[in-house]
């Protein structure tokens, strides 16, 4: 393939190093994930029941079996259950094309800027799918008031966030270790603003970092998403109640076409799936 002059920095090395650095700066959800290698398009998992491993009793008998049991009697029977679940994998691929007219003559730098915006169209869709997946948690609540609420003594995000805590408590959970809490920049913005926030002692201001984590609250870590919902906050034990399945990490490929077009291609496949539904907690309408 005849290259021109000057095109060296597109070989494939360059490239795939600059749009996977980009992306990584942008995939602030994975990290709240457990990695499974997969390489099948359909992936089977199980669901384990959440509750304590309780013994029979009978109507109206309330006695814990596994503390009374007469001398020389059987033990009572107990044991979880499963639920199989099925899951496809998805690709998540894009493409973008760059006239070699504009690399040479244009002021915008556009070879730099469009490998940005490859990684961050790919950092974004699988964002978008994990939190979708981690939104479908059967534990949610709605939030006490509205988080901008106009009569600020109504507004209540502590209250909010410790309901989350205490409902992945009682489903024998501990969210105090690997705690995420994730938002959309605006209602970060509401949270920050609110006078219990600012007055208490447990919240953090660390400077905003690649991964998204801009501080902590009541214990858990946060992390502001462009992908999520407005309004809708969700909450998660890092790598106990997501994972993603994948099946091809992020890839590159560029192809050139001399006197023509500079092709750049990124491309990941996996699904995620939220394998822990009380390790998780939605609050709606915040």
């Known amino acids: 393939m005849v290259v021109e002059v000057g095109a060296l920095d597109l070989q494939n090395e360059v490239v795939d190093k600059v749009v996977k650095n980009y992306a990584m700066e942008n995939f602030t959800m994975l990290q709240v994930c457990s990695v499974v290698k997969t390489n ?9 029941t959440d509750s304590i491993c309780a013994s029979l009793t009978t109507t109206g008998d309330a006695v814990n079996r596994m503390a009374q049991i007469p ?30 007219m504009d690399v040479q003559t244009d002021n915008v730098p556009v070879l730099a800027r469009t490998m940005e915006r490859v990684g961050q169209a790919i950092a974004h869709s699988i964002d978008t ?15 006490v008031a509205t988080w901008d609420n106009a009569t600020e003594s109504l507004q209540n995000p502590i209250k909010d966030i410790l309901k989350g805590i205490a409902a ?94 500079y092709r750049i291609r990124a491309f990941a496949a996996g699904v995620p799936v939220l394998i822990n539904n009380y390790a998780a907690y939605k609050i709606t309408a915040a």
């Open 40 to 48: 099948a398009y359909i992936n089977t998992y199980y669901t384990e």
């Open 168 to 261: 992945m408590q009682v489903n024998n959970r501990n969210p105090y270790k690997g705690g995420f809490i994730i938002m959309h920049p605006n209602n970060f913005m509401d949270i920050m603003a609110n006078a219990q926030v600012r007055n208490a002692g447990q919240f953090g201001t660390n400077a905003v970092v690649a991964n998204g984590r801009v501080g902590t609250i009541c214990g858990q870590t946060i992390i502001v998403n462009n992908a999520s919902t407005e309004n809708t906050i969700l909450m998660c034990i890092g790598k106990a109640a997501m994972a993603w399945y994948e099946a091809a990490p992020l890839q590159t490929d560029v192809k050139i076409e001399a006197g023509q077009y």
């Open 129 to 143: 799918a994990i939190i979708t997946e981690l939104a479908t948690t059967s534990n949610t609540a709605a939030a």
């Open 71 to 100: 001398r020389g009697a059987g033990f009572p029977q107990v044991g979880p259950s499963w639920t199989e679940v099925n899951e496809r994998v998805v690709e998540h691929g894009a493409d973008a094309n760059i006239s070699w």
